[in-house]
């Protein structure tokens, strides 16, 4: 069975960092499809960033790229999600996802908050 779990958001400051990560089990991070997405309120929940098998071919949103890295840690079996200079548009719950037999295993959320 696979399971992610988030954790790492909480309330910040506009130009602030946070840092997400994303404890696996039941699949291996190093070789599977990971990704980052999120859902503000009345909005449809978008991708942040992805990480193919292996690690090249990384992608993020326009809105996020210089802003978040995102990365994997091979012994914690953890996906991160580093995010840097946030915005109130970053605020969002954030996702742990990864494509596997064919759909998205997603975790609980993780709710980020940007206010001033």
């Known amino acids: 069975q696979v399971q992610l779990v988030e954790s790492g958001g909480g309330l910040v400051q506009p130009g602030d960092s946070l840092r997400l990560s994303c404890a696996a089990s039941?699949?291996?991070?190093?070789?599977?499809?990971m990704s980052w997405f999120r859902q503000a309120p009345v909005k449809a929940r978008e991708l942040v960033a992805r990480?193919?098998?292996?690690?090249?071919?990384?992608d993020y949103a326009d809105s996020v790229k210089g802003r978040f890295t995102i990365s994997r840690s091979y012994p914690k079996n953890t996906l991160n999600l580093q995010m840097n200079n946030l915005k109130h548009e970053d605020t969002a719950i954030y996702y742990c996802?990864?494509?596997?037999?064919?759909?998205?295993?997603w975790g609980q959320g993780n709710q980020v908050t940007v206010s001033s």
């Open positions: 996802s990864v494509f596997f037999r064919g759909h998205n295993v």
């Open positions: 039941g699949i291996i991070v190093t070789s599977s499809h």
């Open positions: 990480m193919p098998p292996g690690g090249s071919g990384t």
